[in-house]
């Protein structure tokens, strides 16, 4: 047992004493809980933390209007408005790349389904599709269809690792629905889940909040933790091991992802990008989400409340937003570039304070919820590793092709299940549209299996007409819906 009165004097040295004051309280076990969580707390960076977080919360609300310019024209392209044989070309190059096995997809899966009103993992819910697939099975599958794509382009199967970011709450249930689920199809070696990290909560003078007597408060340490755990966890090694040369990095909650797209990958590998972002073109100026943009001379995202209304609004000579590139959490690395994160830049990533009601236990030993903000909370985020990138490309795509986000129960209308469905019906029924079918009516689903991104449809669906509620199976699909 950790001797009391050196782990006294070793939290006195950074002001953190105050752990153990109900220390004679506590059963044998709880000291050890206690304990535990104080070992895991890395005392030497704490006071670092605090004064770094000071700092960023110090910053808060200043606008960065004045620092700021667009993204130039040679370091984003956008899909829509490129040569066909061009993104044909990108594709290829991402086949290949994955039909070498150079491929692999971190998918950022650390939330509940809260705000859904679903305690569960946010990748097992399921928004009400006719084939009741759930956002994990489909992303699965769409997983699979590449691989078989890239092997028929290229004659070899490569195989995509998965690497499941998740956190202390969600991974066991996670692991549990996977092996439930037979991995979907995938073999299960080439599926890893890894825990994010956590950082504790702290008062607003710098002492650590203790969640219980015998229990520090922490809190996730935002998907920006994927960097430290990726290392700490071994998945950077596994990289390496498996030859893993690039990684497309997504949260779970976008139900018209393309997983591993391969004209992202393509371009991004042409291009020799160590980091790179798709983007969609904001819908209107004072839409709130964050732009990548250049900041003194480095990329990074800017969110929508650093840049004042003004800014939001001016325009090209084309008309289009001059800071149009809407942020998605749709992220291309090279793996050289995560091991630099991981050994060197990991350390000087910006930290993001959010004032908090955080529950905390009062000098009597009573814990309570406070009514009002009580102290910080502190987060990294992803895409704050864009300023250590020697080069930095984006990719704008259709927002209504590939984004889709599912945040809000359908009593908000809108980042619900109803858009989310809704979106993908659209989607789908344009996939038959395109490839000259006909579809009455707005229900239409297609399996993973059948296509990946609307390609090789014609066969299935050309000069025939179809009427809502229209699902395209494969005969792996269990037997749901209509064909």
């Given at each position: 047992?950790?001797?009391?009165?050196?782990?006294?004097?070793?939290?006195?040295?950074?002001?953190?004493?105050?752990?153990?004051?109900?220390?004679?309280?506590?059963?044998?076990?709880?000291?050890?809980?206690?304990?535990?969580?104080?070992?895991?707390?890395?005392?030497?960076?704490?006071?670092?933390?605090?004064?770094?977080?000071?700092?960023?919360?110090?910053?808060?609300?200043?606008?960065?209007?004045?620092?700021?310019?667009?993204?130039?024209?040679?370091?984003?392209?956008?899909?829509?408005?490129?040569?066909?044989?061009?993104?044909?070309?990108?594709?290829?190059?991402?086949?290949?790349?994955?039909?070498?096995?150079?491929?692999?997809?971190?998918?950022?899966?650390?939330?509940?389904?809260?705000?859904?009103?679903?305690?569960?993992p946010k990748g097992m819910y399921d928004v009400g599709l006719q084939s009741r697939k759930?956002?994990?099975?489909?992303?699965?599958?769409?997983?699979?269809?590449?691989?078989?794509?890239?092997?028929?382009?290229?004659?070899?199967?490569?195989?995509?690792?998965?690497?499941?970011?998740?956190?202390?709450?969600?991974?066991?249930?996670?692991?549990?629905?996977?092996?439930?689920?037979?991995?979907?199809?995938?073999?299960?070696?080439?599926?890893?889940?890894?825990?994010?990290?956590?950082?504790?909560?702290?008062?607003?003078?710098?002492?650590?909040?203790?969640?219980?007597?015998?229990?520090?408060?922490?809190?996730?340490?935002?998907?920006?933790?994927?960097?430290?755990?990726?290392?700490?966890?071994?998945?950077?090694?596994?990289?390496?091991?498996?030859?893993?040369?690039?990684?497309?990095?997504?949260?779970?909650?976008?139900?018209?992802?393309?997983?591993?797209?391969?004209?992202?990958i393509g371009y991004c590998v042409q291009e020799k990008a160590e980091c790179a972002a798709?983007?969609?073109?904001?819908?209107?100026?004072?839409?709130?989400?964050?732009?990548?943009?250049?900041?003194?001379?480095?990329?990074?995202?800017?969110?929508?409340?650093?840049?004042?209304?003004?800014?939001?609004?001016?325009?090209?000579?084309?008309?289009?937003?001059?800071?149009?590139?809407?942020?998605?959490?749709?992220?291309?690395?090279?793996?050289?570039?995560?091991?630099?994160?991981?050994?060197?830049?990991?350390?000087?990533?910006?930290?993001?304070?959010?004032?908090?009601?955080?529950?905390?236990?009062?000098?009597?030993?009573?814990?309570?919820?406070?009514?009002?903000?009580?102290?910080?909370?502190?987060?990294?985020?992803?895409?704050?590793?864009?300023?250590?990138?020697?080069?930095?490309?984006?990719?704008?795509?259709?927002?209504?092709?590939?984004?889709?986000?599912?945040?809000?129960?359908?009593?908000?209308?809108?980042?619900?299940?109803?858009?989310?469905?809704?979106?993908?019906?659209?989607?789908?029924?344009?996939?038959?549209?395109?490839?000259?079918?006909?579809?009455?009516?707005?229900?239409?689903?297609?399996?993973?299996?059948?296509?990946?991104?609307?390609?090789?449809?014609?066969?299935?669906?050309?000069?025939?007409?179809?009427?809502?509620?229209?699902?395209?199976?494969?005969?792996?699909?269990?037997?749901?819906?209509?064909?």
């Amino acid at each position: 047992m950790t001797d009391y009165l050196s782990l006294h004097s070793r939290l006195a040295q950074v002001g953190q004493e105050h752990l153990l004051k109900f220390w004679p309280e506590l059963s044998n076990d709880e000291r050890v809980e206690l304990v535990r969580d104080i070992e895991e707390l890395n005392l030497d960076e704490i006071k670092l933390y605090f004064d770094r977080a000071t700092v960023s919360m110090n910053e808060n609300g200043i606008k960065l209007d004045d620092r700021l310019q667009p993204l130039p024209e040679g370091k984003l392209i956008s899909i829509s408005r490129a040569p066909v044989e061009k993104v044909a070309a990108y594709r290829d190059e991402g086949l290949r790349q994955i039909s070498n096995g150079h491929v692999a997809v971190l998918l950022m899966a650390g939330g509940q389904g809260t705000r859904l009103g679903f305690d569960h993992p946010k990748g097992m819910y399921d928004v009400g599709l006719q084939s009741r697939k759930t956002l994990f099975r489909i992303q699965a599958e769409r997983i699979l269809k590449l691989e078989e794509l890239a092997q028929e382009a290229n004659g070899r199967r490569g195989h995509i690792t998965w690497y499941i970011m998740t956190s202390e709450h969600t991974v066991q249930p996670t692991y549990d629905y996977f092996v439930a689920n037979h991995f979907f199809g995938l073999k299960a070696e080439n599926v890893l889940l890894f825990e994010q990290g956590s950082l504790p909560c702290f008062e607003y003078d710098g002492r650590i909040i203790l969640d219980e007597k015998h229990r520090v408060a922490r809190a996730p340490d935002g998907n920006g933790g994927i960097y430290r755990a990726m290392k700490r966890q071994g998945i950077l090694d596994d990289m390496q091991k498996r030859g893993v040369l690039y990684l497309h990095a997504h949260s779970v909650d976008n139900i018209l992802i393309k997983v591993a797209d391969p004209v992202f990958i393509g371009y991004c590998v042409q291009e020799k990008a160590e980091c790179a972002a798709k983007v969609v073109e904001k819908a209107a100026p004072n839409e709130a989400v964050g732009v990548v943009a250049i900041v003194d001379d480095k990329y990074q995202v800017v969110e929508y409340s650093e840049i004042s209304a003004k800014t939001a609004e001016m325009r090209n000579s084309d008309g289009r937003l001059t800071f149009s590139a809407g942020n998605i959490c749709n992220h291309f690395f090279s793996s050289h570039f995560l091991q630099k994160i991981g050994s060197t830049f990991e350390q000087e990533l910006k930290l993001h304070v959010a004032k908090k009601k955080i529950p905390f236990v009062d000098n009597a030993g009573k814990r309570l919820t406070p009514d009002k903000p009580n102290g910080i909370k502190i987060e990294k985020f992803v895409f704050d590793v864009f300023e250590f990138a020697q080069k930095f490309v984006a990719m704008e795509v259709p927002r209504d092709e590939e984004f889709s986000a599912l945040k809000n129960s359908d009593a908000a209308g809108k980042d619900c299940p109803s858009t989310a469905r809704s979106d993908l019906h659209r989607l789908h029924k344009k996939y038959i549209e395109s490839a000259g079918g006909i579809v009455h009516g707005d229900v239409c689903e297609i399996s993973p299996f059948v296509t990946y991104a609307g390609e090789n449809l014609a066969s299935l669906v050309e000069g025939k007409s179809f009427t809502s509620p229209v699902y395209l199976r494969d005969t792996r699909d269990p037997l749901h819906g209509h064909l």
